[in-house]
Structure formats: C-alpha cells, structure tokens
C-alpha cells in the first residue's frame, strides 16, 4: 500500500513537471518558415492565421487584398504579352493586339489602374489562341501559379463591389522581403512562426534566426511542381536543384543538429497534374517512373532524405498543398503532435 501511494505521489510530481515544461515549451516555441522563394511558405503562412483558434481573415482583411489581386492579374497578362513576343508566338486577334500594346505601357505592379474596362481587356487577350499558346509553354517564363485561377475568375473580380474571398487571399502574392514573424495559438499549442524572405538576396537575413538555439523546429518548404522550372533570380538554375542544395544546407547545419525539420513537398496537386505532361526525367536523368504519381512523389521525396548526414536526425516529410486549408490543417495537426512529443521526451530525460 505504502508503495502505491509511493508510486502514485512519484507519478504525480512527473505529470505536474512535465505540465510544467509543457507551459514553458508552449511560451517559447518558435517555428522557423524556410525554402527558396515561390515554394509557398507565404500561403502557409497566411493559412496559420486562418487555421489559428478564433483565426480567418475579416472582411476588412480581405478589402486589403484587392490591390494585391488587381496587381497581379495586370502584372502576369504583361508577363504573358512579353512571353509572346520573346518565343515568337503572335496574339491572334487584331482588338487584342491593341489591347496588348495599351497593357505593356502600364506601370509594374500598377493595382491602382485596375477598371472595369481594363478587366474586359484582359479578359479578351486571356481568350485569346495566341495568349493560350503562350501559356502553354509557361515553364520557359516567370509566372506565378495562380495565374491560371485568377484569369479564369475575372468576371468575379471585375464586379464593382468585388471584395477578395479566402481563395482569393491564399493565392494573392506579395513577395516576402525581410522577416515576418506573428504569434499563433492553435488549440493547448502557441508558438511563434517566422517567414523568411527565400530570394537568394533575402537569404543572408537568415542567420539572424538561427542564432542563440531559439528555434524550436524548423519547415522546409519545397514547390515539388517546379522540377521544370528555373529561379526567378537566376534564370539558369532549375528550382528543384535550388530547393535540393538548400535542403542540404539547412538540415545538415550545425545550428539544427537536434531540430526537428518538416520537409513539406508543396504544391502536391499541380505536381500530379504536371507529371502527365512533363517527365521527371527533365530534372532527374535517373528517373524512369514515368507519370506514375507515387513512384515520381516517392523519387523526389528520397533525394531529399538521402541528404542528411546526420544519424538519428529524422526528417518528417508531408505532401502539401498550401492552398487548400482542410489539408494544411490536417498535416499541422501532425507538425503540432510531433513538436510536443519531442520535447516531452526531451524533458522526461532531463
């Protein structure tokens, strides 16, 4: 009897010790956002405040993202009509030519130009045979992703009283410069998550997250659709070889020896899109499974892993896709669990 009640006093004192690290992990936990730019940390990013406890994005928030949208939709018809005249394939319409040529003189990033007539305009060159052929050939120029969804909802977009809904907002982009950094509370779990800028010019304000050990866990985001396409800085540099040299600094860093590090393979849906009309191959010489989604996913997935020169250093890797939230909410879920578990194991040794 006396050694039950020894036993349960014991037991005790070690469940309010490790609620009591459990409070302190909870206070200082801080997740480090890296990957190289447009692999969807900044929609991951924006999908923790949607995911947040009492989180989403107000109608006020979202007003804010009308420029943003305009901006972009302006910004990647100009990248097109550009792309057209640099790969030598003519917008087909004679209107459309005009409409193309009024389209080049506006300013970069000119949001404030957007009208209704302007949105009929792009409208009209986005139908246009020649614009589609273009489009079609998109892995040679810099285009962003969600070009395709925001022509395609431009009669939406060109109501007067058009305010951005939540998939308008995950896809709207605005390049990360600098460190963002925002508390989240997600259930029992609050933790801190810094974005970083992933241009090569953003980088060297890297280390300015690393130092003192105050990173709890690290993500890694990788565009796993981008195995066909170059850096947006360095034309001549494929993403994916980018996003793998990258990998192997950071998992392989002095600084993260014993972080956790999330591998998210993001972009998971375009990926199997993409592999019915672009081997692997073109990346991976060695690559022979064809458009099979789970041999090509299981390829790109072990050529990170193999990566890590570190014995016991696992590396958690989850099939993303940042856009859509009931997935991020799911694989964070997982994240959450993962980070908790290892540092209660930390704590029980110590």
């Known amino acids: 009897m006396g050694c039950t009640q020894s036993q349960t006093k014991a037991s005790q004192k070690i469940t309010k010790e490790i609620q009591k690290d459990k409070k302190k992990y909870n206070e200082e936990v801080r997740v480090l956002l890296l990957g190289p730019g447009e ?31 305009f901006s972009n ?43 209704s007539e302007l949105a009929e305009k792009i409208k009209q060159l986005w139908a246009d045979e020649g614009i589609q052929e273009v489009y079609q050939q998109r892995h040679k120029f810099q285009l962003n992703d969600s070009a395709n969804y925001f022509f395609s909802s431009i009669d939406r977009i060109a109501q007067a009283d058009y305010i951005p809904n939540l998939d308008d907002v995950l896809r709207a982009r605005v390049r990360t410069t600098g460190i963002d950094e925002t508390s989240f509370q997600i259930q029992d ?8 800028g992933g241009q090569r010019c953003e980088r060297r304000k890297w280390i300015h997250c690393f130092e003192g050990n105050s990173v709890t866990a690290v993500i890694f985001c990788v ?32 600084w993260f020896r014993s972080t956790p590090i999330m591998l998210f393979l993001n972009k998971n849906d375009l990926f199997e899109k993409k592999l019915k009309q672009v081997d692997l191959s073109v990346c991976f010489p060695s690559y022979t499974g ?61």
């Not at 779990?189 to 970083?196: G, I, L, S």
């Not at 396409?229 to 540099?237: A, D, G, I, N, P």
């Not at 299981?298 to 193999?306: H, I, L, M, Q, W």
């Open 223 to 254: 565009g796993l659709s981008e195995y066909d396409q170059t850096l947006r800085e360095e034309t001549s540099q494929n993403r994916m070889k980018e996003s793998l040299t990258l990998f192997e600094e950071i998992c392989n860093s002095s």
């Open 73 to 115: 939709i302006i910004t990647q018809m100009k990248v097109l009509i550009s792309s057209s005249e640099k790969l030598e394939i003519p917008i087909k319409n004679d209107t459309n030519k005009e409409y193309a040529r009024e389209i080049e003189n506006l300013a970069e990033n000119d949001g404030e130009a957007w009208s």
């Open 290 to 350: 064809g458009a099979d989604y789970e041999k090509a996913s299981a390829f790109v997935k072990a050529r990170f892993n193999e990566l890590n020169q570190f014995n016991g250093h696992i590396i958690y890797t989850h099939f993303t896709v940042a856009v859509s939230t009931e997935n991020i909410m799911f694989v964070f879920n997982v994240v959450r669990e993962t980070i908790i578990q290892k540092y209660l194991r930390k704590a029980l040794i110590m």
């Open 189 to 196: 779990f609050r933790f801190r998550m810094m974005d970083v």
């Open 39 to 69: 692999s969807g940390k900044s929609t991951i990013f924006k999908q923790m405040k949607v995911i947040q406890d009492g989180g989403g994005y107000s109608e006020e928030d979202r007003k804010r993202f009308r420029v943003v949208v």
